[in-house]
């Protein structure tokens, strides 16, 4: 006898009552929730030093707006993701659904590996943004001090730029926007 699993859709996992103690992330993943708990602290450091750069540099080139974690970004009918970080063009802000959501790919994702989350980051997500399109992923690593860049070509995505330890990594989604990765990992 096979079992059939009901996926669950964007719709439903919107609609998801959650208790107001519950510190859990939810993402829909091929219309399975999955559930996560809350990132480390080294995780939320990497994840505002991010931050501050990204709106500092939006913030004097206003070509596009950032969205930290939590943001639910909605892929289709059934997946529903909570990246660290997502990054919408000027050009491509009509996916900002009525400033609830975000209805599409993003042109940049950034996901901060957790070690409770690196099979999930590094391959499940990945393949999910390479099959959505995703036309920018970056995989920033504090176990390592390390940023991985990859670019939509075709249908796959490429490694563009790998920098352990020191050295710059470049956006070319978000023009001119250069992050020094040391940066990231030095305690403030």
């Known amino acids: 006898m096979i079992a059939i699993v009901q996926k669950m859709t964007w719709k439903e996992f919107r609609e998801m009552e ?8 939810y993402e829909l993943i091929d219309g399975i929730l999955m559930k996560r708990t809350s ?30 974690a939590p943001t639910d970004v909605s892929l289709d009918e059934h997946n529903g993701i909570v990246p660290d970080i997502s990054y919408v063009s000027n050009e491509r802000a009509f996916i900002v659904e009525n400033d609830d959501y975000i209805a599409g790919a993003p042109d940049l994702i950034i996901e901060i590996i957790s070690p409770g989350n690196i099979k999930r980051d590094r391959v499940e997500k990945k393949n999910l943004y390479e099959h959505f399109a995703v036309k920018e992923f970056w995989l920033v690593d504090p176990a390592n001090r390390s940023v991985e860049v990859y670019l939509m070509d075709g249908n796959a995505y490429q490694l563009q730029d790998l920098v352990e330890g020191e050295g710059k990594v470049l956006s070319t989604v978000i023009m001119g926007f250069e992050l020094e990765v040391k940066e990231l990992f030095e305690p403030k």
């Not at 959650?18 to 992330?25: L, M, Q, R, T």
């Not at 990132?39 to 950032?66: D, T």
């Open 18 to 25: 959650v208790d107001e103690d519950d510190h859990y992330i």
């Open 39 to 68: 990132p480390s602290l080294q995780h939320q450091r990497v994840s505002r030093m991010l931050s501050e750069l990204l709106g500092a540099f939006l913030k004097a080139n206003p070509i596009g707006e950032y969205f930290p």
